[in-house]
Nanobody, 123 residues
Framework: VQLQASGGGLVQAGGSLRLSCAAS????????MGWFRQAPGKEREFVAA????????NYADSVKGRITISRDNAKNTVYLQMNSLKPEDTAVYYC?????????????????WGQGTLVTVSS
């Protein structure tokens, strides 16, 4: 399983970015997907997750109302639309595939990880 994250970059506070994560696996639609982030000097933290069908989602409290996770199973891709970005959103963002099809925010339940894409929000 290979996960390729893209879409990161430098954006001003209040701006938007859309991250994408393409999976090279035929069983993509059977598994939940998640996004995590890791800021310098901090532990990796949960951002958002989506179930195998896309019908269920979960978000960290810090991003609710500003970030939306979605998926296109026909394209084997999961997205993270980030609006109203804040400097504290600056981090490397990782996509990951869960071990099951159900939404989870537990990092230990994610078995495959992408390489990460850097998001920098300037004030």
């Amino acid at each position: 399983v290979q996960l390729q994250a893209s879409g990161g970059g430098l954006v001003q506070a209040g701006g938007s970015l859309r991250l994408s994560c393409a999976a090279s696996v035929r069983t993509f639609s059977s598994y939940a997907m998640g996004w995590f982030r890791q800021a310098p000097g901090k532990e990796r933290e949960f951002v958002a997750a989506i179930s195998w069908s896309g019908s269920s989602t979960n978000y960290a409290d810090s991003v609710k109302g500003r970030i939306t996770i979605s998926r296109d199973n026909a394209k084997n891709t999961v997205y993270l639309q980030m609006n109203s970005l804040k400097p504290e959103d600056t981090a490397v963002y990782y996509c990951a595939r869960a071990a099951t099809g159900w939404v989870t925010e537990q990092i230990m339940e994610y078995k495959y990880w992408g390489q990460g894409t850097l998001v920098t929000v300037s004030s």
